[in-house]
């Protein structure tokens, strides 16, 4: 019966999301209050029908009801009850619930909090909302029933695949959903703007907490991903340029550009038609990255569907969602006139570089991921890019952007003296020169890009220091105002900080993790010892183990540095008892400068085992340095001129919003 009030619940959310989108669009354009004030019970209506839908598949899954069809596809009755809970959201139709859950969360919290937004444009932007929630409803209700039942019920599940068993894949795909679709706000926005045919300072105040919001979700999102495929998948990497990644990576760099674009249009009136266009293409690139993953056009653990009907679904809705904005776009952009002249050496200049240099990198992945695809589809045969294409070409583009990013946020706007700027960031230049030559004396003989990787890292890091060291007037004033000065910050300044010093961190640790990696991999019996990069691993023998619902082979071995034991690491080889898959778990030791990382492999019968062993060297900077950033998202989230209810606008139409 719960199954049934799910499915029915999801029926009724479709008809209100259909109310949604079109009484308070009516209404918008007829300029009555009474029908835009439908906008908001609605949006809380579609966000409460869907919860019963989505906790209703929930409790399928959790009381093992082998009934429902995807239930006894993607679970059973051995599983632990966390992978039960994950499962919802581990196949497809489950995917699907969660990714509409989320838009129709978004928009309630909007008509819950956007109390200082004009009523046109909060429900002009609720009714597009709702509009891409009547898309996707669609999708699940006529291709993806998640409730869909099973006469005879099986007696047992087959499982969910093991690849996703992992407490990592139980919390990323929410998070990656919730930044994935919070660029709906921003898109929702930005089409309701281009209809109202305004956008001021208010405006993009308004938009850029939706906006930060989903760029620090997706942020924690791909980052949680790259962490899990370094430790479950046993391969030693953390990013391969799979289409799948290169999905999540598109919208991130767009919205990246919006989040900077953003702040032009509010403090400068300008950019305004660049940063409309830049709200659709972060949106519509994650509506690709959906019909990527979802259509059956590529095979990853990620890529749920393989039925062609479900693609050509959301193709369509990606021809309508992305084709008539644009659309829209081309039609009322021009009609956005900007203020706010400046010079190239400028803030908004810097900030305009940044722009350019991110959607290029973004235009880059995006060719390198779709061409095969476009190839294949015409008749042009298979082929694959790989990470060759991508580093040839997404690297060179960043190397001035994070070079630029030290020298932005100390330029002045309107106009600038770049030479007095350089002049201001000499420590900056001296630090990375120092650790350029020292790195390069250390690792000579070993790749050039290493010491240029670090003294980049560097160079950001020390500049984001000497700007945060200027704001609170550090050495020009006594220790105790500089105090005072750094916590009477916004938030916003402290967030900036955080996130562009988490940058120098990442980079940091991308250089040391892909250049400088050491394996080794060889047959080994117990008591055997191997060296990798001055640390001794001693294999002291395999193990049976057996897990809740799976049976291994657990590896053990010693690391010793000079004699000293650093380390025991324990590498599996897993069996899952129902599917029968196998999965590998590696055996990893953190320190501050890099990691021990140990994989147990096949047998080869004679008493040895295949071992791969790896010294990863800056590898936790990764992590770190993402955390850092994610943290400067949510500081700066915190600051009273970004929360969400901004200020009103003012009754003239001419006049932008004042700016705190």
């Not at 009850?81 to 838009?103: A, P, Q």
């Not at 898959?581 to 047998?603: F, K, N, Q, R, S």
């Not at 040895?608 to 949510?634: A, C, E």
């Amino acid at each position: 019966m719960i199954v049934e009030i799910g499915h029915f619940a999801l029926i009724l959310a479709l008809c209100v999301a259909v109310t949604q989108a079109a009484v308070p669009m009516i209404g918008a354009h007829q300029n009555n209050r009474g029908w835009m004030a439908v906008a908001g019970p609605t949006a809380a209506a579609q966000l409460g029908l869907l919860l019963i839908s989505f906790f209703a598949l929930m409790y399928a899954y959790v009381t093992s009801d082998f009934s429902v069809k995807n239930v006894a596809a993607n679970s059973n009755s051995l599983k632990p009850m966390i992978y039960k809970i994950s499962g919802v959201w581990g196949n497809h139709e489950g995917s699907m619930l969660l990714w509409v859950l989320i838009l129709a969360l978004f928009g309630a919290i909007v008509a819950g909090f956007g109390r200082n937004l004009p009523p046109g444009l909060k429900a002009r932007t609720l009714a597009v909302q709702a509009l891409v929630s009547v898309g996707f409803l669609l999708f699940i209700i006529l291709t993806s029933n998640p409730f869909e039942r099973l006469v005879p019920a099986p007696i047992d599940g087959r499982g969910l695949n093991p690849l996703l068993q992992d407490p990592g894949l139980a919390l990323h795909p929410p998070i990656l959903y919730a930044g994935y679709v919070g660029f709906s706000i921003s898109f929702s926005f930005a089409v309701a703007a281009l209809i109202e045919g305004k956008v001021d300072a208010a405006w993009a105040r308004w938009v850029r907490p939706w906006t930060l919001l989903a760029w620090l979700f997706l942020t924690a999102g791909i980052a949680l991903g790259s962490w899990w495929a370094y430790y479950e998948l046993g391969w030693g990497g953390w990013w391969y340029w799979d289409p799948v990644e290169n999905a999540s990576f598109m919208p991130w760099l767009v919205g990246t550009a919006l989040l900077h674009s953003a702040i032009v249009v509010e403090k400068r009136d300008a950019l305004k038609s660049w940063t409309i266009l830049l709200a659709i293409l972060t949106f519509s690139l994650s509506l690709i990255g959906t019909f990527l993953v979802r259509s059956g056009v590529l095979t990853s653990v990620h890529a749920f569907a393989t039925d062609p009907e479900r693609g050509v679904f959301i193709l369509l809705l990606l021809v309508i969602a992305i084709g008539g904005s644009l659309a829209l776009y081309a039609w009322r952009a021009p009609q956005l006139q900007s203020g706010g002249l400046f010079q190239p050496i400028s803030r908004e200049g810097g900030l305009v570089l940044n722009n350019l240099l991110l959607t290029t990198s973004a235009a880059t992945v995006f060719l390198g991921t779709l061409y095969p695809l476009f190839l294949e589809a015409f008749g042009g045969g298979k082929v694959s890019v790989g990470p060759p294409f991508f580093n040839a070409t997404f690297i060179p583009l960043m190397v001035p952007l994070v070079i630029a990013l030290g020298v932005g946020p100390l330029l002045p706007w309107k106009r600038a003296d770049l030479g007095g700027v350089l002049a201001r960031l000499k420590f900056a230049f001296a630090a990375a020169l120092i650790l350029t030559l020292i790195t390069a004396y250390l690792t000579w003989g070993k790749s050039v890009f290493g010491a240029m990787g670090i003294g980049i890292a560097v160079w950001l890091g020390a500049s984001v220091l000497v700007e945060f060291g200027e704001r609170i007037g550090f050495g020009r004033v006594s220790l105790s105002d500089s105090v005072k000065r750094a916590i009477g910050l916004p938030r916003a300044a402290w967030g900036m900080t955080l996130a562009h010093f988490g940058l120098a961190v990442t980079v940091a640790g991308v250089t040391g993790a892909g250049l400088w990696q050491v394996e080794s991999i060889q047959i080994m019996r117990p008591g055997d010892k191997v060296e990798v990069s001055g640390y001794e691993f001693t294999f002291e023998g395999a193990e049976n183990v057996r897990g809740p619902n799976y049976a291994a082979e657990r590896g053990t071995f010693t690391v010793r540095d000079d004699g000293q034991v650093v380390a025991k690491l324990s590498g599996e080889r897993r069996r899952y008892l129902v599917s029968g898959d196998e999965t590998t778990e590696a055996g990893i030791h953190t320190t501050a400068m890099c990691d021990l990382y140990a994989v147990l492999g096949e047998p080869n019968g004679k008493g040895g085992w295949t071992t791969r062993l790896y010294y990863k060297p800056l590898v936790p900077w990764l992590w770190l340095g993402s955390i850092i950033m994610v943290l400067g998202g949510i500081v700066s989230l915190t600051d009273r001129r970004l929360r969400i209810g901004a200020p009103s606008r003012r009754s003239s139409r001419a006049a932008p919003a004042p700016a705190e």
